[in-house]
């Protein structure tokens, strides 16, 4: 638990009688305000496995056959003016199950003391990174060999990512953030165009249905000598461009080294806003992955010679776990017949989730939701949350809480398909009965999971908007 507040500056304030030096005094302040300013951190660490961890993400085994480029994990640390501090973890890995980014959170809070409100673990949801600890653990045949590669990789990261963390926070040094926002069209809605379609409909300029969210926020960290130390971007859209067995970061992972390359002192990093429901269409082309990374990285360009807007140095987070209950919790009579399903995932699952039942285990009702709100200054507000959510959520959140606002998805947790109310109420894959591809001990969420989600979101966001100095900042 950590307090935030202003407090000092105030109580000064109330003691001075004359005017005149009550202006001296606030201009004192200002100046010393805006002279201390942000300090900003960053590390990185390739995450390119050495052994032949499967690739993840697809309900197949796919043993690796080579790298097109390396896989990397990257951290930024920013700290306000009072000492607050965040740090930022991206990645290209497919999923990080909760077993593994808890061992982190506690590693950082034994080490660092970064409590949980204060860092937000991305991954951008690469479907040529490898797999890790129990994500989709039922997507891929039981190897031993194997089973014991991802337990060896998995525990490798783990350390990497502590050490990379403690390596940004080491980093921190004066510097000044701006963010802006560009767009760019490649991210299409998967449940409203089916895919034999989308090049037929794109090649006779017809426009495609539902959905998307073709923003690309950008954050810029720039050093006191004018360098560009880091650049954060972000996309709604599921990095699926490729299925086969090579080793890279998809199109996130094109757009960061063009980037990269064009800025050789930066660091670039990328977060998948909200791109649970949203393809990179038409796909499965080495040609079009890098055509998807150059838009990208074009539509950050774009930005960056733009007039971007200053950001103020002050930092509030909160973060809490809101419960998601399940629709229907499975029992023995469910699993039962599915043990002989033609789905060799299904068919996994209900034998895994039968063996927990024969050991006496009791499923729970409902599984914790991690979500995030981080303000920085007035200006910028992130919001963080689990999963794969819909993009329905960018929309709303982005609508109800003005410019300036970042929803990520993809934080923390793989857990499963997060659909609004609407790809609910519509069913099919994100929205429907599927939950038993993630794990869960159950076919659907209940109905009311975006009502659930809201409730908490707004809530964050209410403390960290909060002019209360003693709000709570949470878990
Ligand atoms: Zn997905």
């Given at each position: 638990?950590?307090?935030?507040?202003?407090?000092?500056?105030?109580?000064?304030?109330?003691?001075?009688?004359?005017?005149?030096?009550?202006?001296?005094?606030?201009?004192?302040s200002s100046t010393q305000v805006s002279a201390a300013g942000w300090k900003a951190g960053v590390a990185r660490a390739?995450?390119?496995?050495?052994?032949?961890?499967?690739?993840?993400?697809?309900?197949?085994?796919?043993?690796?056959?080579?790298?097109?480029?390396?896989?990397?994990?990257?951290?930024?640390?920013?700290?306000?003016?009072?000492?607050?501090?965040?740090?930022?973890?991206?990645?290209?890995?497919?999923?990080?199950?909760?077993?593994?980014?808890?061992?982190?959170?506690?590693?950082?809070?034994?080490?660092?003391?970064?409590?949980?409100?204060?860092?937000?673990?991305?991954?951008?949801?690469?479907?040529?990174?490898?797999?890790?600890?129990?994500?989709?653990?039922?997507?891929?045949?039981?190897?031993?060999?194997?089973?014991?590669?991802?337990?060896?990789?998995?525990a490798l990261m783990v350390e990497a990512c502590v050490a990379m963390v403690g390596e940004s926070l080491s980093a921190?040094?004066?510097?000044?953030?701006?963010?802006?926002?560009?767009?760019?069209?490649?991210?299409?809605?998967?449940?409203?165009?089916?895919?034999?379609?989308?090049?037929?409909?794109?090649?006779?300029?017809?426009?495609?249905?539902?959905?998307?969210?073709?923003?690309?926020?950008?954050?810029?960290?720039?050093?006191?000598?004018?360098?560009?130390?880091?650049?954060?971007?972000?996309?709604?859209?599921?990095?699926?461009?490729?299925?086969?067995?090579?080793?890279?970061?998809?199109?996130?992972?094109?757009?960061?080294?063009?980037?990269?390359?064009?800025?050789?002192?930066?660091?670039?990093?990328?977060?998948?806003?909200?791109?649970?429901?949203?393809?990179?269409?038409?796909?499965?082309?080495?040609?079009?992955?890098?055509?998807?990374?150059?838009?990208?990285?074009?539509?950050?360009?774009?930005?960056?010679?733009?007039?971007?807007?200053?950001?103020?140095?002050?930092?509030?987070?909160?973060?809490?776990?809101?419960?998601?209950?399940?629709?229907?919790?499975?029992?023995?009579?469910?699993?039962?017949?599915?043990?002989?399903?033609?789905?060799?995932?299904?068919?996994?699952?209900?034998?895994?989730?039968?063996?927990?039942?024969?050991?006496?285990?009791?499923?729970?009702?409902?599984?914790?939701?991690?979500?995030?709100?981080?303000?920085?200054?007035?200006?910028?507000?992130?919001?963080?949350?689990?999963?794969?959510?819909?993009?329905?959520?960018?929309?709303?959140?982005?609508?109800?809480?003005?410019?300036?606002?970042?929803?990520?998805?993809?934080?923390?947790?793989?857990?499963?398909?997060?659909?609004?109310?609407?790809?609910?109420?519509?069913?099919?894959?994100?929205?429907?009965?599927?939950?038993?591809?993630?794990?869960?001990?159950?076919?659907?969420?209940?109905?009311?999971?975006?009502?659930?989600?809201?409730?908490?979101?707004?809530?964050?966001?209410?403390?960290?908007?909060?002019?209360?100095?003693?709000?709570?900042?949470?878990?």
């Open positions: 638990m950590e307090f935030l507040g202003r407090t000092g500056l105030t109580t000064r304030r109330q003691v001075v009688c004359c005017l005149l030096a009550t202006v001296l005094m606030a201009w004192a390739v995450i390119t496995p050495e052994n032949p961890v499967w690739l993840a993400g697809y309900g197949t085994k796919r043993a690796p056959d080579g790298k097109l480029h390396d896989l990397w994990m990257k951290a930024l640390a920013l700290e306000d003016d009072e000492g607050h501090r965040v740090v930022l973890i991206t990645s290209d890995f497919q999923g990080v199950p909760k077993g593994m980014s808890d061992q982190v959170f506690v590693q950082l809070r034994m080490r660092f003391q970064l409590e949980r409100h204060q860092v937000m673990f991305t991954f951008s949801h690469n479907h040529c990174g490898p797999r890790l600890g129990d994500d989709l653990v039922d997507y891929y045949p039981v190897e031993d060999e194997q089973v014991k590669l991802v337990e060896e990789y998995t921190l040094a004066p510097a000044t953030l701006q963010m802006g926002q560009g767009k760019t069209t490649f991210a299409v809605n998967r449940r409203n165009n089916p895919e034999a379609e989308v090049p037929d409909l794109l090649a006779a300029g017809k426009p495609l249905k539902g959905p998307v969210d073709h923003s690309v926020p950008v954050l810029t960290v720039t050093r006191s000598d004018g360098k560009l130390a880091a650049v954060l971007f972000g996309y709604a859209c599921h990095p699926t461009t490729l299925s086969f067995l090579t080793w890279c970061g998809d199109y996130p992972g094109f757009a960061q080294l063009e980037l990269e390359q064009q800025h050789p002192e930066t660091t670039a990093m990328f977060v998948n806003t909200c791109g649970g429901d949203q393809n990179p269409l038409p796909r499965r082309r080495v040609e079009l992955c890098q055509k998807y990374g150059h838009m990208l990285a074009v539509a950050v360009e774009d930005v960056l010679q733009q007039q971007l807007e200053p950001i103020s140095p002050s930092l509030r987070t909160a973060f809490e776990y809101v419960d998601l209950p399940y629709l229907k919790v499975v029992d023995r009579a469910d699993l039962n017949p599915l043990l002989a399903d033609p789905n060799a995932i299904r068919a996994r699952w209900a034998a895994r989730m039968r063996q927990k039942l024969d050991r006496g285990e009791k499923f729970p009702a409902s599984y914790p939701y991690p979500v995030h709100a981080w303000q920085l200054g007035s200006e910028m507000l992130v919001i963080g949350m689990g999963a794969e959510t819909v993009v329905d959520y960018a929309l709303r959140f982005k609508l109800e809480f003005g410019g300036g606002t970042w929803v990520c998805g993809y934080a923390d947790d793989m857990i499963a398909y997060i659909p609004s109310r609407r790809v609910w109420e519509e069913g099919g894959y994100e929205g429907g009965s599927n939950l038993y591809e993630y794990g869960r001990p159950a076919f659907r969420w209940a109905g009311d999971i975006e009502d659930r989600i809201a409730a908490s979101v707004h809530r964050l966001v209410g403390q960290v908007r909060s002019t209360n100095d003693e709000t709570p900042t949470g878990e």
